[in-house]
């Protein structure tokens, strides 16, 4: 089954070179112009697998938008398409939760890419959390001892440069 994206822009000519991409590359494709209907769109036709919008629509702002999305729809990759060419603007929309940005105008492969990535971001977040909802602990451990989960979490912090292709899991006693 194709993945559903909802492309929200106020500029009808933008909205359909989108979609004329996406659909080509045999994606799902929907579109409107306000941050108010991509929400009703959401809502009543839902579940969408990214959403792409521009960041400044007549109705409401970008951020704010992002904001109500983050808050209703968690799993939702988000990309923010503008033409600001501001570093900072990028950086706040990232901060906030959008996967990621395009300047306009951009090329088809660019956007593309783009949408693959965020796609596939989506799938390994999924992938993750159901393991975790799925995954019961294979022991108990004992008083005062670090369930290896946390652990590795807290390694997986750190950046690490290697050229190791595996992973060895040890059990501390």
């Known amino acids: 089954m194709a993945e559903r994206i909802l492309v929200v822009d106020d500029e009808e000519p933008i909205r ?9 590359a045999n994606y799902q494709c929907q579109q409107c112009d306000s941050g108010t209907e991509a929400l009703r769109i959401l809502d009543e036709n839902g579940p ?26 968690p799993e939702l990759s988000v990309v923010m398409v ?11 929309a990232i ?26 971001h989506r799938r390994l977040l999924t992938a993750m959390k159901n393991l975790d909802e799925s995954h ?5 451990p004992a008083r005062g001892q ?20 595996g992973i060895l899991l040890l059990e501390l006693e």
């Open 16 to 24: 359909a070179i989108i979609k004329s991409i996406l659909d080509t």
């Open 48 to 73: 969408f697998q990214l959403l792409i919008y521009d960041l400044h629509l007549k109705d409401m702002g970008g951020i704010a938008l992002l904001a109500r999305i983050r808050d209703k729809y």
């Open 82 to 92: 503008t033409t600001v060419h501001n570093i900072s603007v990028a950086v706040n």
């Open 95 to 120: 901060r906030n939760g959008a996967y990621d940005y395009l300047l306009k105008p951009f090329e088809r492969e660019q956007l593309l890419i783009t949408v693959a990535r965020a796609l596939e």
């Open 136 to 140: 019961a602990p294979l022991h108990q």
């Open 146 to 165: 670090a369930d290896l989960p946390e652990c590795l979490g807290l390694l997986l912090l750190q950046p690490v440069h290697t050229t190791c292709t």
